[in-house]
């Protein structure tokens, strides 16, 4: 995936996707990633910004990040929509993971 990164690009992310040299390549390409942290994660807060009322109703429970939470939840919800699409389309066909 890092062959094909581009600039300007916001990348949704599942959190099977640890690598941080990816991660880098998404910066270094002055382009954004959404993607959940492992339970194990270890960071530091440097600034947590007020949640609106629409972030709470997306689910969100904090928020770091420059733009509103809320479209991140959304984004990330989307995401999950995309994983259930590939997940039909598979099993349409009748293919099985092996």
Partial sequence: MA????????YLMDRGY?????RNVIHA???????????SSVYEV???KPLTAADRKAGVIS????????????AYCLRWL???????FKQLPGCRHR
């Fill in 3 to 10: 062959r094909t990164v581009e600039p300007g690009r916001c």
């Fill in 18 to 22: 640890a690598k941080f040299l990816l």
């Fill in 29 to 39: 390409a002055d382009s954004s990633y959404v993607c959940r942290v492992r339970d």
């Fill in 46 to 48: 440097i600034e947590e």
């Fill in 63 to 74: 928020d770091l990040l420059d733009i509103p939470a809320e479209l991140i939840a959304e």
């Fill in 82 to 88: 995309i994983d259930l699409f590939f997940r039909m």
